[in-house]
Structures are given as structure tokens and as C-alpha cells.
């Protein structure tokens, strides 16, 4: 190292032009680096989890989804309506978006006066329709309450879908732009925004200005500390200067290399500014020291003398910081090489700039800096003296406070590192309040997805989710959802019939409108969306385990549908079955009891009787109703009231004698002749199994609700109709139809992302500890040494582990990498100790003389670096995002305790060991 | 020379006469040349392809009952896909729709903005299903183009529930026949209908092809007429809801 110390001296005006120049040009590569933060890029895209979420988001318009929540003055005046209207088509004509959908533009099911419509209420409000009216519909729908109107009525969401194809940076770009429309043209009191592309957009505006603001004001605090520590110009100038070049590079390096920085890499150049300056410091506390006047020597002599310990102290830090390379998590690998890169570029600057810049300087270290170093000796006295007590303080109390480790827990929430007072995590609780939810588990259908059972399924599920998680599952939206309200509409049936072509019939008429978000083009696929609170990613991981576990003991795999009047006996009893699983599944999912006992006997009386025989019992009703439904058509217009009492007690008689096609034609024909019986016996024949079906649903209901306690109307008429339909599910191992059942969502990824931390974490820092042994036993020549060196790293680790459970601090992007930086200072200081070590022994031969001279110069230089850069790590909590306050914190802690372990307990361990231990691994005997 | 000027003041007097039409009147001609029938029969193929998706094929009958140039009966009945077999839709004037859903046995009324909703997902509106056989809308006509081969109308629509802001019909002048229509809302173009393979049926001209294609490019409904027949002997009587639930149709 001496030799490339005096090649420095003469070619110092070249070293100085060479890095003026490269750090001009990294400056300006810094300026243009872009920030990108997507959890969703998180992790590989062949990851399992998120390659599901990626497939199942862009099939169904979900991946680039923005929520736009606005309070109106009053939502349902006119002015309001059309304002969301004019708001909902502006937003469609942006370029990049997909889809919108809003109150005014999503499907609206209306029955009134005997017709029903599928339209928009845009319509309506181009229409000038009554708004009292109107307020009430949509206050009464299970489709738009909740949905697209919060439940107390003053807000409502439009969800936008950006192009799946987009870069992260166009998705910003067009959500900027979908912001501006919205800004200009709502005429609404408050906007919110939530979902992933605002998320994005914040966090890009918020690493920006962060990265700012921070890399001044570290660069500040660092400078200022080192003035009043060094009181010499050359000793707070050239730290800084290396880190000014280095953190300079670092970022002008991301950006030319063509890489982009998240919200958790607005640390990196603070870091470099951090420990880089430590570098710096031991250069320059060196070179003061020298007392020879040529500069030459003086840079031979610093280089030949510490030289090694700090491009070792750099590489266990590159070394530690690379150790997040086993992190398949793309942020925190990127923070791993790039502070590392960072820190390479520290490691040159000060070998080569620093010496440089220093060798322009006539002064030495002050007698102020010898009396300092004269305190530091008599501490190094009283710390060999009461070594004793200072090694077991230290392991009592991190011992003690290591329980706290146990409450760590992992979490990749953005909302969390932004913290509560953030724009994002304020909108995020704004949508949590007015829509009882700010994103979406999904459950994906795979198979047909306008299958009779897998609708029900699917209606099942949401039931299930709704009642088990009330804080957490706010709302749902599905086909199922729409084609049960449809058939409620059209045939007063609120529930999803088990008739193929019933279905069929309800979606032909749905086609047209805009169902993208919940069933993809080949209606191969649907899902359902359950609006979630995702402030507890417990509860989050909780509702997936659930759903699973309900989903595999009471959906089936495989099934065919069977016709109960024409089916084996075998089938019938698949029939029972399924029945009985439907039933008892219904009551689970909305947490009712019934004996195994009534559920067995009701699906046997539902199974076993007919609809003909309550058409016999309810003949005069049904007979009633029949003539109802015919003058609803204005059929019985111009009849006599005579020819409808005959046609009335005709149909009558019929039923009442057993009815059959024929039965109904002979009393027909009695009653008001062929001609007449001609024109309605294909209506009335049509009609009878409706009504008669109606009875059944009727007795069946009352059963129900006479023998489960808090079933409610609605649950139970729904439920009497399953049961009382001529078309059965049955599972069967070889049944004609299937579909398969996965969940997904932003917050199952942020889960599973989370739950890759805490494992990483253990293999980074398993990985750091082992180079960390290796490069020390390298320095040292002993493993004894490594092992002692590896002591106050391991416990600062520890001690910061404590920390972050004590105080909640979450293992996060940012978080995670506070081992490695631990690991990294922890390292550098033990290296200065051991260096400056061997150096003193050397010199003396004497154990004891040579820990306290080695405390008295070193332990300055590692003094003052922990210092600085706390105080540069200080500046973090100048930050709005909270996750850099928490690393800050970390940070800071992570300096004090190394730098007490370095100095207070370190000392006393070395100690312990005899003079021919140090004779051996320092090899003495041998240069001497 | 007599002959010719004969002849020119012939074609001067039939000119003055058809500049003298108006824009309505003209329409009034194109749906009488178009209603020289009793009855209507057609057998049609309609194909929907949207951007991206695989085609949807039906495959529909529809029955016309020509009550005079100002009203016409409808009947439309799906035929293929299996799932909806039987589902029909029926016209006896703008108040009085009607759609049967087969699987349910049960007939609605449909009414109000229903109506603009897609026909079977296809890029006709239940509204748009007049122009198939012909009824003239209630609005404001104004001939924007008279040449020698066709008339460029512009119909602004006055009846309620009509989401278009205006309609610009080609017709051309030698059958009376609308070969484009496109279809206008809030001033920009939403949709194009154009009509091809002009053939003589039955003495009759008309096109056995039309496509309506969506301004955005999402998507195109072609439709395709596979059969027709005129003046068949379909009672007046056929037309009404008892027929909806008919499974088999006696024409």
C-alpha cells in the first residue's frame, strides 16, 4: 500500500483532474435517475405468487387498478351525477386507460311496472330522470350500495384500469394525468386516490424530494461534526469531499447502467455519506499523525499503515452489504449492490483522492489532538481495569433485551414505510372508512364461468368472507352477485338457479356491458372481488388460510347436474349429499347452527316431494295467479268476466284433479271452449311449474325458518329455492364439469413478500457472518481472532434486532438491510481496533500497552466516525417517510452500540488473551 | 328533337319533383319501397367479433307483419347457440316490447333505456333492430347531399331514450335503398352501418349483408342474411305474447 501512497504524491494533480472530472459526470447522470417503486416488481416475475396475481390482474383489468373516492355536497343531485358522468367518459379518452367504471356507467338493474331495464344511469341522468327516486334504487341495491356509493350515501369511487402493457413510468405518467383530469373537472369537495399507480405516483414524488433534501443535509451534519471534532480544515473537508464523490457516483452509477431506484434506496447515498466518511476520517487522523515534513512520505507511510484496514473494513462492508444478493427480493438485491458499489466508491476515493487532496497540507495533529489522545489512553487504563464488569454488562443487557427479538415481525406494506401522517396512507384509510376497504383480495374461478355452481360457489365464498371478516372484508363484487340480482329483478328468485340455460338467459342479456373486471372475454374465468381493510396483513394471511380451507371442504372438484325427477337412485343420493354440504355451508358461512338431524330431513323433503302435489294443495291460489299473470299482458282483454270465472275454475279443477297436460286442456275445454283454450293453454302450461315450484319454495322456506335460530327472510327464501330446484349438483370424480379456486391480491403479495424477508434476512446475515470470520481471520492469522472480531458484531445484530421488536419497528425494504450495515460498521471498527493493534504491538510488545494505545488512537478515529455519521444518519429524520425515520433510528443505534462494544468491551476480550496468542497471530516470531 | 326535349323536360320535372322532397318525404319513399309486403320472413346469420375475442355466432329469425308504411309488427327468434335457443324478442310498436326468456318460461316488458342496451352483445342497440325491417324513426330530417346516385339524409332524433345525437344515412336513389348509415353521439361518430351484396329476391332488392362496425374499432357485427320470404301467410294473431312462448313456430 506504501507504494501506491507514493505513486499518489506525484500524480496527484492527475487523480485530482481525473475525479473532478468523473464526478462532474456522474452528477449529472445522478440528476436524471428515476424512482420506481411497485411492490408487484418486487420479486422475479417466475415468483409463484406474483406470476398468479400478474396473470389473474391483467385478465381482468386489476393489475394498474386507480380508486377515486369523491364527496359531493349531494352525490345524488343532478349536478353531482353529471359531473361523475362527465368525469367517468373524460377519463375513458386518456390514453393508457383501459376501463372505467363508475355509478353512472356500471350495469343498472331496474324493475318497475311489470318491465325491467338494464341500463346505465348515465342515461338516466342524460334523461333528467327524478333523483329522489333514483337515490333510493341505488341506497336499496346490493350493487351500487357499497360498491359504487358508500353506504351513509355521500361519497362515490370510480375505479379506473390503466393498459396492463405499460412500463411502471408510463403508469405513472397516465395516472398524473387521469389526477389533473380529475382535479379540473370534479366539481366534487373531496378527492382521494388510492390503489397501486397513486401509490407509485406518491412514492416517487416522495423519494424524489427525499433524496433532495436528505443527501444535503447528511452531507451538512456530517461536515459540521467533523469541524467541531477535528477543528482543522483538512479533517472535516476531505471526509466530506470522499463523500460528496462517492454518494455522487453511487447514484449517477444507477442510472447509467440503465437501473431505477425505489422508495427504500433513497437510503443508499446516506449510507455511503454514512460510512464512507469513516474512510476519510482514518486517512486524514493518519496523516496528521505522520510528523515527517515531505508529503510524500506522509502518504506512504498512511497507506502503508492503515491502507490494508480500511480496504479491509470496505470489503467486509461490500462483503456484507452483496450478503442481500440471496434476498430474492429485486429492491433489496438492488440496495445490496448499490450501497456496495457505493462503498467501493468511498474505498477508492480515499485511497487515492484523500491522500491526495492531504498531501497538499503542511499541518499535524494538534496538542490539543495528543491531549485527546492522552484521555484516550486513561480511558483505555480504566476500561482494562473494570473489564470484568464492562463484558458483563454488556451481556446482561443485551441478553436481557434480546427477548424482544421474538416480537419482530415482517412487513412490505408501503402504507407502513410511508407511516400514518402520509397522503397515500390517509387516502388508503379514507377508502377503509366510506367503502370498508382500500384494495382487493381476489378469488379467481377457473372454468366456465357463467356455470351454475360455480357461480353459487362464488356467492357462497363472499357470504363467508363477509360474516367471518367483518373488519377486514368490507365488500364484495362478482357475476354471481349480478346475475342473483338479475334473476331477483327479472323472476323476483334472489338466488342463482341451478339450470343452465336459466343463467345463459340472464347473462344474454347482461352481454354488451362492461363486465371486464369480473369475467374475462372467453367467460373462461370470473372473479370475485372482496374489498378489504388491509391494515393487518395477520388478519390478511388469516382470510387467505380460511377461504382455502373452506373452499377445499365444501366446493367441489368435479360434478355433474342431475334432473332429481328423472335421476338413479345413486344419483339421488349424490343429490342428498350435495344438498346437505350446500345447506350446511350456507349456515357456516353466515355463522347460524341446525342440527345434522332437521338438515338431513329438509333435504329429504326437498328432494322427495313434488312441485304437482302443492299444486294440488294451493289449486284455487295457483289458479288465481295464473289469471294474474295472463292479464298482466293485457291477454284478457276483451273477454267477457264470465269466459275468466270459467277459465279461472277451469284451471282449477285441473290442478285440483292432478294436473297434466291433458287434464288442463279437457278442463279447458269444458270451461271456455277450444278456440279460447287454444290461445292460452301454451301460457298457463308455461306458468304451472313456476307456480307450483313457488309453493314448495314456500313450505320449504317456512321450515327452515322455523328450525334455524337468526335465518333471516331473505336467507331463507334463497336457500328454499336451492333446495327445491328439479336440477341437482352432484359431485362425482368423473363429473363433466370442473373449475379450479385461487386467491390473490396486493395484500396476499405484500404477505408473501413480507414472509421472504424474515427467511432472507437469516441467510443474508448467516452469509455476512462467514465473510465477515474469513476476511478477519485473514487480517489476523487466527481463528480465535475471528471468532473474537465476530463478538461485537454478532451482539450489535442482536441489540438491533431488540430494538426493532421493542419498538415495533417492522422488518421491511428499507429495515432489512440494517443487519448488513450493522454487520458493515460493526466490522470496520473491530478491523480499526485489531490494525491499529497489531501496529502498537509491534511497537511495544506489551498486550496491555498495546490495547490502550490502540484505544488512544483508533478508538479516536472510530469515535469520531460514529459520531459524524450518526450525526449524518440524524438528518433521516428529517424525513416524511417513515421507514427512513425507523432506519435512522436504527442506524444511529447501530453506531452507538458498535462503537461502545469496539471501545468499552472488545478492549477487555482482547485482554484475556496471552502474549504468545498475539505473538502467534500477528507472527512476530517469524518478522523478527 | 321532339323526342329529346320530350325526354329532358320529363327528366326536369322528375328533378324539380325530387328536389322538392323534403327530407322526411324521402324517407317515407325509402320505407315504402321497402314495405311492399304483407309479410316478411328472414333467416339470418349475425356474427359479433370484438377486438381480441373469439367470434360469437347466432343464428335468429325474424318474422315482419307490415301493418302500413307508419307501423310494423316484429318477431325475432334465437335459433343457435343450444344456451339460448328460444329466447325472442317482440315489437308491436315503441311502447309494447317484449323479450321471452325461454329457461324461465316468463315474459317481460322491456322498456325506456333498456332499449339502448347491446342486442346479444352486438353493436346493435334493441332500438337499432328497427332499421332491419324498416319503421321510421320519429325526428328531424334534412337532406345534407342530393346527387345523381344518392341521398345523404341527416335524422336528428326527437323521441325519448335515443342516445344518438344524429344519424347520417346514405341511400342510394336507383332501389331507394340505405346503403351506409352512420350513427352519431354527441357530435362525434360512435358507429358505421353498411349494407353490401345487393341481390334481387322474390322481385324484390335488398341486401343480403350488413355491418356495423364501432368507430373505436372494439368491435363489428356482420350480419348475414342466409333466407327470405314474402307475403307468406302469417296471421296478424302471430304476433302477440302468446307466440313468445310457442316452442315450435308454425311459419
Known sequence: MGKIGSWISKHRWLIIVLFTIVTVFMAYEASQVRIIDDITKYVPENDAVVSFFNKVANEFDMNDLILIGMDYKDLFSKSSLNNINVITNGIKEIRGVKSVISLTNAPWIEAKSGSVEISKIQNFVLNGGNTERLKKEIMNSPLFKGQFVSPNGKSTLIMVSLNASMSVQQSIKVTKNVENYVKTHSLAQKIYYSGIPPSNLTAQKLAKKNLETLIPLSLLAVALILFVLFRNTLGFLLPIISVIVSSTWSVGFIHLIGCTMTLANVAIPVIVIALGNAYGIYIVNKYLEEKDKDHTVRVFNTLRDIGIAVVLSASTAIASFLSLLTVNINPIRDFGIFTAVGIAFALLTNIFLTPALASFSEKHLSSKAEKSNRFGKNLGEIILKHKWAFISLTLISIGLFSIFILRIQSDMRLSVLLGKQNEVVKSMDYFNRRFNGSDFVIVNFNGNATDPYLLRSERLISIYALNHFKGVVGESYSLAKIIREMNKKFNGQNYIPSNRNKVQNLWFLMQGNNLSQLVNSQRSETVEQLRVNPSSLKEIEKLKKSLSKFISKYVFKRYSYVNISKCTHKEKELAQESLTTYLTAYLQAKSLMASPTFIKSVVNEAINSTADEFLKRHAKDASNRIINYLKSFGMLEGISANTISNLKSGITESFENGYSQNSLKNALEKSVGLNTEEIFAPIIENQIPNVANGYKVNYIKNLLLHNIKGLTNEDANSLALVLSEKTVVIPQKNGKYSFKVGITGIPIVYNHVSNMLINAQYESMMISAIIVFILLMIQTSSVLMGFIGLIPVTLTVLFNFSIMGAFDIPLNAITITIASMTVGVGVDYVVQIFSRLRVEFKKSGDVHDAIVKSLATSGRGVLFNSIASSGGFAMLFSSNIHGLRQFGILAISTMIVALILAVLTLPGVLSLMPYSFYEKAFKLKKER | ??????????????????????????????????????????????????????????????YVYNKGSSKKYAFIRFISPESIKGLSFLSLGKNEEYLYMPAYHRVQRIAGSFKNSKFAGSDFTYNDLSLLYSKKEAGKYKILINNASEYILEIVPTAKNVQYSKLVMTIEKKHLLPTKVEFYKNGLLYKTMKDSMLTKIQGRWLFKKITLTMANGSSETTLTLIKTEFNLNIPLNFFSVRTLFMPVLAY
Open chain 2, 1 to 62: 328533337m321532339k323526342k329529346v326535349f320530350s325526354l329532358l323536360g320529363i327528366l326536369m320535372f322528375l328533378a324539380s319533383v325530387s328536389l322538392a322532397m323534403t327530407g322526411s318525404q324521402i324517407m317515407n319513399e325509402v320505407i315504402k319501397a321497402d314495405s311492399n309486403f304483407k309479410t316478411q320472413k328472414i333467416e339470418m346469420h349475425m356474427c359479433i367479433q370484438s377486438k381480441g375475442m373469439a367470434s360469437k355466432n347466432y343464428d335468429l329469425v325474424i
